[in-house]
């Protein structure tokens, strides 16, 4: 059985190649770490993964922006533009 945090690269791979595949210029993810699931450098080490995975499916990071929730913990919000234009 997968792990959360593998489920949840997958479907954020999913995600980006969907987006290339539709032709948008930006993919923009929303990338949360809950403060109970995580450790502040475990949290950090799992955003690295994401941005690895959406770098891997053909994104650039561009921006990020990083706010807390007071229900959801931490909250990413990046902006990858296509590596093909970067």
Sequence with gaps: MASQL??????????AVAALSKGRKHFTPVVITSYFRSTASRG??????????IEEAGWHLDQ?????????G??????FVRADEA
């Design 64 to 72: 990020w922006t990083v706010f807390t929730d007071p229900k959801a």
């Design 6 to 15: 593998e489920t949840d690269a997958a479907q954020l791979k999913v995600d």
């Design 74 to 79: 931490l909250v990413a919000s990046p902006v």
């Design 44 to 53: 950090l080490d799992d955003w690295a993964y994401f941005i690895d995975i």
